[in-house]
Nanobody, 130 residues
Framework: QVQLVESGGGSVQAGGSLRLSCQAS???????????MGWFRQAPGKEREGVAA???????SYADSVKGRFTISQDNAKNTLYLQMNSLKPEDTATYYC?????????????????????WGQGTLVTVSS
């Protein structure tokens, strides 16, 4: 089974940027013709929410709260998923998780989206101070 390891979290002031990385132990395309990968976040005391998604065709989608500020991308040669986060706000403070799943039929942030993704990383903490 694919294993995912996130990195790149840290502390930053509001308005700053961070780039998160998610290293996969193997390419999703090695095991699935179609797949979905995404980023989620969970702030203390809040439910986990989907942030950004990318499917095997390279199509991307974002939660309204991050649209225009965050960019999801993947480097298939490096088996790595990225989340570029710009114009960070204190409300972006959370633990960020990457996840992967087979199929691309439900590959966009929506309530309950996490149920469609089978493999999860351990998370990386992002703290944005005002």
């Amino acid at each position: 089974q694919v294993q995912l390891v996130e990195s790149g979290g840290g502390s930053v002031q509001a308005g700053g940027s961070l780039r998160l990385s998610c290293q996969a132990s193997q390419a999703s395309s090695d095991t699935h013709t179609t797949y979905c990968m995404g980023w989620f976040r969970q702030a203390p005391g809040k439910e986990r929410e989907g942030v950004a998604a990318i499917d095997s065709d390279g199509s991307t989608s974002y939660a309204d709260s991050v649209k225009g500020r965050f960019t999801i991308s993947q480097d298939n040669a490096k088996n790595t998923l990225y989340l570029q986060m710009n114009s960070l706000k204190p409300e972006d403070t959370a633990t960020y998780y990457c996840a992967a799943g087979q199929g691309a039929g439900y590959c966009y942030p929506f309530p309950g989206w996490d149920r469609y993704l089978e493999v999860w990383g351990q998370g990386t903490l992002v703290t944005v101070s005002s």
